[in-house]
């Protein structure tokens, strides 16, 4: 989200709005936060799961015991270097269970490499606590829905890292408790103009989306809204 209001528009951005058609789409990007004595406190949607196992692996430095699963339609057995406990496949979607010391930079090379696979890991260091349920999220189901709205509860961390906090909660300042809502309105797809040249993978694969997005935060009970338009 922070890219999209700084208009930047690559290819991360590309591979995370793919699933979305034309329409609105409400509670999606779920965030909250809450400071607490030393650290902050942070839940979010499956959409940031990928985004927080890449920050918080920034800040390790050596191999870490991580547990969970990476999600993909292709099998990458053969492409993950280290140890997986096993492989399940459902309906063509794939798996990877892991329970073992990860490099970082093993991580990132699959991040890299796959950038629509999803990375529900679990780890910690003396500096966090990140734990991403281990499951494929469900298309289009923020979360269980209580009074005050969807429950925000796929990924959860603990943080004392003030640059995470402000790359997350930009623009938002200085707060105790916040919570932020996204909708995007997807209005138009903006198909690549030499598409009676492309089959019809390459066509979804290229085909970009053009809309707005509307980010509703709300600082200790003080609630703003703004909007970034976005072709990505």
């Given at each position: 989200?922070?890219?999209?209001?700084?208009?930047?528009?690559?290819?991360?951005?590309?591979?995370?709005?793919?699933?979305?058609?034309?329409?609105?789409?409400?509670?999606?990007?779920?965030?909250?936060?809450?400071?607490?004595?030393?650290?902050?406190?942070?839940?979010?949607?499956?959409?940031?799961?990928?985004?927080?196992?890449?920050?918080?692996?920034?800040?390790?430095?050596?191999?870490?015991a991580?547990?969970g699963?990476?999600?993909?339609?292709?099998?990458?057995?053969?492409?993950?270097k280290?140890?997986?406990?096993?492989?399940?496949?459902?309906?063509g979607?794939?798996?990877?269970?892991?329970?073992?010391e990860?490099?970082?930079?093993?991580?990132?090379?699959?991040?890299?490499?796959?950038?629509?696979?999803?990375?529900?890991?679990?780890?910690?260091?003396?500096?966090?606590?990140?734990?991403?349920k281990?499951?494929?999220?469900a298309?289009?189901?923020?979360?269980?829905?209580?009074?005050?709205?969807?429950?925000?509860?796929?990924?959860?961390?603990?943080?004392?890292?003030?640059?995470?906090?402000?790359?997350?909660?930009?623009?938002?300042?200085?707060?105790?408790e916040?919570?932020?809502?996204?909708?995007i309105?997807v209005t138009e797809i903006?198909?690549?103009?030499?598409?009676?040249?492309?089959?019809?993978?390459?066509?979804?694969?290229?085909?970009?989306?053009?809309g707005?997005?509307?980010r509703t935060?709300?600082?200790?009970?003080?609630?703003?809204?703004?909007?970034?338009?976005?072709?990505?």
């Amino acid at each position: 989200m922070k890219k999209i209001f700084e208009r930047i528009f690559d290819d991360e951005v590309h591979a995370n709005f793919l699933k979305f058609g034309r329409g609105e789409y409400k509670n999606k990007y779920l965030l909250e936060g809450k400071k607490q004595v030393k650290k902050w406190g942070i839940k979010a949607g499956a959409e940031y799961a990928n985004l927080l196992v890449r920050k918080c692996l920034e800040k390790v430095n050596g191999p870490i015991a991580v547990t969970g699963v990476i999600v993909s339609t292709l099998d990458l057995r053969d492409k993950i270097k280290f140890d997986i406990k096993k492989v399940s496949n459902f309906q063509g979607v794939r798996k990877h269970v892991i329970d073992g010391e990860v490099e970082p930079a093993q991580i990132f090379e699959l991040m890299d490499k796959y950038p629509k696979a999803f990375f529900a890991l679990t780890f910690k260091s003396d500096d966090f606590v990140l734990k991403i349920k281990p499951k494929a999220p469900a298309s289009g189901k923020p979360g269980k829905e209580k009074d005050e709205g969807p429950v925000v509860d796929f990924c959860s961390l603990k943080t004392g890292d003030r640059s995470l906090i402000d790359y997350l909660f930009f623009g938002v300042g200085e707060f105790s408790e916040v919570k932020i809502n996204h909708t995007i309105n997807v209005t138009e797809i903006v198909y690549p103009e030499n598409i009676e040249e492309l089959k019809p993978v390459e066509v979804r694969e290229l085909a970009k989306r053009k809309g707005v997005v509307t980010r509703t935060a709300t600082v200790d009970g003080v609630q703003q809204v703004s909007e970034s338009g976005f072709v990505a």
